[in-house]
């Protein structure tokens, strides 16, 4: 426990030390939100209807692009070799950096995202279910996409690649998390979405650091 | 404490690095790895160190199988590669406490004195990315003072150091293998080691071209 929680500081200071990966997510996800209506169209009833699917897919490509960088600079400075040759756990180490890959990307989304449910005029009653579905779902967006960059960590230019690896896993994701606030934007209960959104999580939660760090063993030492 | 390796044979891009490559490293022993650029230095250590699979042959800890006895092994050494793992946006400081969480170190000193011990009291608060590439390398050296793993295990340590710093170094690499320990290290630098003789492992030798 003490292990993590150093590993958890670390990450974090280094996150807060290098503030454009914060930012960086965020702002893509507003832009996304600021500039659909432009592009589509702004009359209220058809934005309330598009939100939920359009608000969960800003969300998971803000996710995935700044799920590349989660190991390249221990990659490349030498501190990922550190920890292959460590005694200490990795899965703790990888799970303290999808902690706060989740931290910076998933969790400041959600905290933000009733802004952009005001802009897509989503019905009020709605905003709950959007919170407690990006909640629950962008950790499992981190977890997996992790899988894909510790596979890719290796290559010089991984970025598609990752893409097209993680994205199938991201699928489920999708359809739940924007079933759910559809549900709930309609006033239908969202118990049932939210538990299985719960349970996807709880499953990449146990499987995936696991996964994880056989893919960093096997990027660094072929 | 022995670590061995046995009937190694390795290639890199369709050139043999070593076949029937053969080293044993004995308590309280300096071994010297030469070879010239591309020789496989760096190839030999990772292998040693667990941190490649691209070889085929027997790696032995204390003469069981390393891949089965990994964390006792990882536990008793310590390896500061090419890249020491130092984060270019931490401070001497906090790079120092994370490497001795990731070693278990248990306090042979204090950070601050393994810092003074290297020439960077003063510095420990200054982010490494404004550091000089010599001080960079110290920050990485400064774990030798902070750890007590009997093994270690060296990649081209000097490099960016002042002469200073190499005798240093020197001193201590003579005090830990004074005190029982091993050091296996490419260099090339002309090692003196006080009262110690240096065992040399010349790969230009062993390789087939």
Not at chain 2, 156 to 161: G, H, I, V
């Given at each position: 426990m003490n292990f993590f929680m150093s590993a958890l500081k670390r990450d974090l200071l280094l996150v807060f030390r290098h503030r454009n990966d914060i930012i960086n997510p965020l702002a893509f996800f507003l832009m996304v939100a600021v500039l659909f209506p432009l592009g589509v169209s702004p009359d209220p009833t058809f934005l309330s209807e598009v939100a939920p699917g359009v608000i969960w897919v800003a969300a998971l490509l803000a996710c995935l692009l700044s799920?590349?960088?989660?190991?390249r600079t221990d990659y490349e400075d030498g501190s990922l070799e550190q920890m292959l040759v460590s005694s200490e756990s990795l899965y703790l180490v990888v799970l303290a950096k999808v902690l706060t890959h989740w931290l910076v990307s998933g969790f400041c989304l959600a905290i933000i995202s009733p802004l952009v449910a005001m802009m897509f005029f989503?019905?009020?009653?709605g905003y709950f279910s959007l919170v407690v579905s990006l909640l629950l779902g962008t950790p499992t967006l981190s977890l997996m996409g992790a899988i894909g960059a510790a596979l890719t960590v290796?290559?010089?230019?991984g970025g598609v690649l990752i893409s097209l690896l993680v994205l199938p896993l991201y699928i489920p994701v999708l359809i739940f998390g924007a079933g759910t606030v559809q549900a709930g934007a309609m006033g239908l209960g969202i118990q049932g979405y939210l538990a299985l959104l719960a349970a996807i999580l709880v499953l990449s939660l146990m499987l995936a650091p696991f996964a994880i760090s056989a893919a960093l063993k096997i990027s660094v030492r072929s | 404490m022995t670590l061995e390796v046995k009937n190694l044979f390795c290639e890199r891009d369709e050139r043999v690095?070593?076949?029937?490559f053969a080293l044993k490293i004995d308590t309280a022993e300096v071994v010297q790895i030469i070879g010239q650029n591309g020789s496989g230095k760096t190839t030999l250590l990772r292998i040693l160190c667990g941190l490649s699979d691209a070889y085929t042959g027997d790696l032995l800890w204390k003469g069981q199988a390393l891949e089965e006895v990994r964390d006792d092994y990882y536990q008793s050494m310590l390896y500061v590669g090419?890249?020491?793992?130092?984060?270019?946006?931490?401070?001497p400081e906090e790079n120092l406490q994370w490497m001795s969480q990731l070693d278990k170190?248990?306090?042979?000193?204090?950070i601050m004195q393994a810092l003074k011990q290297v020439g960077l009291y003063g510095f420990?608060?200054?982010?490494?990315?404004?550091?000089s590439a010599g001080q960079q390398r110290r920050v990485g050296l400064a774990r030798l003072y902070l750890s007590n793993a009997p093994l270690w295990i060296l990649d081209?340590?000097?490099?960016?150091?002042d002469k200073k710093g190499v005798s240093e170094k020197e001193a201590l690499i003579a005090a830990h293998v004074h005190a029982g320990g091993s050091v296996i290290l490419t260099t090339h630098h002309d090692l003196s080691i006080p009262n110690k003789t240096i065992r040399p492992v010349n790969l230009d030798e062993v390789a087939i071209r």
């Open positions: 799920v590349d960088g989660i190991f989503l019905p009020e009653q290796a290559l010089r230019k | 690095l070593f076949s029937s090419h890249l020491a793992g130092v984060k270019a946006s931490l401070t170190s248990l306090n042979k000193c204090t420990e608060d200054v982010p490494c990315h404004s550091l081209e340590p000097f490099t960016a150091l």
